[in-house]
Structure formats: structure tokens, C-alpha cells
């Protein structure tokens, strides 16, 4: 079993930065790929946003957020990481990181393990 817990979120302006971070206790953190996701008021199913498999070696990112969040792991840490910046209003939602035994999916309903959530706001 593995327990997530997310970290890092708050209320910044646009063009601003935030660190992510999830902390994983539990066995074989290094077995599992893992994503973010985030979820918007109104919207009933979490979007994806960022992946990495269990090495770290291959991510993968949503269009959206391509060039300005950067997914990454340390193994010997037990915590994932996403570096966010160039924020805008639009990325204001609950980020959630997601486990999934062997390798990360796209879709948050594939995976095995949730945290809580941090709340992101970004105003213009």
C-alpha cells in the first residue's frame, strides 16, 4: 500500500511559480509510475497534466502545459515534483498526485493510489 500526500500549493498572480511536491510512504514507491492531475470546480473527472514512469526517465505532458511544468521523482526520497511556472488563472484547481503499479496512465481512473489534493490559485 501507498500513501500520498500533496504539498506546495497556495495563491499566487499570474507569471508566478509553485513547487508540487507529493510524499509517498509506503513499499516500492520506485515500482510505481506516477501523474498529476487536476481537478476545476464544475468539471466531475480530473485532468491530467503531467506523468513519469518509475525510473524518471520518460515523462510525459499535457499540451497545456508543455515548456512550463516539469514532472520529476526521487526514488531514494519517495517524492514526486512538479515545478510550475508561467502560471495563469487558468491553472487555478486542486492538483492531485496519482500512483499506478509498473507504469503511469493518462487517465486518473487507471491508477491505484491518491492523495488529498493542494489547491492552486492563480489570479490575474
Known amino acids: 500500500q501507498l500513501m500520498l500526500v500533496e504539498s506546495g500549493g497556495g495563491s499566487v498572480q499570474a507569471g508566478a511559480s509553485l513547487r508540487l511536491s507529493c510524499a509517498a510512504s509506503?513499499?516500492?514507491?520506485?515500482?510505481?509510475?506516477m501523474g498529476w492531475f487536476r481537478q476545476t470546480p464544475g468539471k466531475d473527472r480530473q485532468e491530467f497534466v503531467a506523468?513519469?514512469?518509475?525510473?524518471?526517465?520518460?515523462?510525459t505532458y499535457a499540451d497545456f502545459v508543455k515548456g512550463r511544468f516539469t514532472i520529476s521523482r526521487d526514488n531514494t526520497k519517495n517524492t514526486l515534483t512538479l515545478q510550475m511556472s508561467s502560471l495563469e488563472p487558468e491553472d487555478t484547481a486542486v492538483y492531485y498526485c496519482?500512483?499506478?503499479?509498473?507504469?503511469?496512465?493518462?487517465?486518473?481512473?487507471?491508477?491505484?493510489?491518491w492523495g488529498q489534493g493542494t489547491q492552486v490559485t492563480v489570479s490575474a
Open positions: 496519482r500512483a499506478r503499479w509498473n507504469d503511469y496512465s493518462l487517465d486518473p481512473y487507471q491508477y491505484d493510489y
Open positions: 509506503g513499499r516500492s514507491f520506485s515500482s510505481y509510475g
Open positions: 506523468a513519469i514512469d518509475w525510473s524518471g526517465v520518460s515523462t
